[in-house]
């Protein structure tokens, strides 16, 4: 038996699996969906080989989305042919192939009563007065893409050259803090506290900073049913707590980044989804 990693070469997650597979003496194969060919109905290599993939070997369909390019093409012809060795989030892959759309998670937190930032989408942008807003991509993780506009005409000269219908405007909370929840089979695994700071051109960073012990219940269950709802086995939520005392959820990504979290809080997280993708 073999543990194949379908994911992107910035995928740091991926990485840290296959450093952990390997600690394990654990067999290991890795797929870059950029280096994957479509040909007469079949994925191949980049040699235009088949997938050297057994009826026992597990796979791990890795985010299609967290680079600059969208191989989720790739990963939904993996899914369909390897379905019963897909070992993570293969339901969710399945029945909600659009996950990553933040226009599908705002329609998703409000369909649960779950709290998040008033979100608008349209081509008549230049009629929106509440300033700052946030701008982001429809598609895209790890912060990609997000931007913060003070100004009108800064929105205007933006979308100028940008289809509005592929973006999201939301209201802007000054956050007090940022949490990423970590949520592994329905079952929180930890919370940990993040740095939100300005990267320069509007552009968005975040930073692990602590561990979060003490941290509302109720946030805990609304992040617990959200993966439920999406039949998730492996999700980050983000969650911001704003100045006024408000909980805002902003999005949940399957497969995602863990090595913050796991430097924290000491959680060997990569051997947890190499045990789960192994039962």
Known sequence: MKLILFTTKVDKGGRLIKKEAERMSLSCQIYFYDELVYKDGEILNLSQDPLLIKQDDKIILRDPYNSKNNYSFFAQKILKKYYNNVALDRECYSKFPFYEDKLFQVDLFTSLGITTPDTFLGKNVSSFQEFPVIIKPRIGSRGRGILIFNKPKEME??????????????????????????????????????????????????????????????????????????RADFVGIDVIHTEDGKYYFLEANLSPQFGGFAKVTKISVASMVIRLALT
């Open 157 to 230: 000269t933006f979308f100028a050259k940008k289809d509005p219908l592929d973006y999201l405007i939301q209201k802007y909370h000054k956050a007090k803090s940022e949490y990423r929840i970590l949520i592994f089979r329905h079952k929180v695994l930890g919370v940990v506290d993040k740095h939100i700071y300005l990267k320069g051109k509007g552009k968005i960073g975040v930073r692990t900073n602590k561990v979060v012990d003490d941290f509302p219940r109720k946030i805990k269950e609304d992040s617990i049913k959200i993966t439920k709802r999406l």
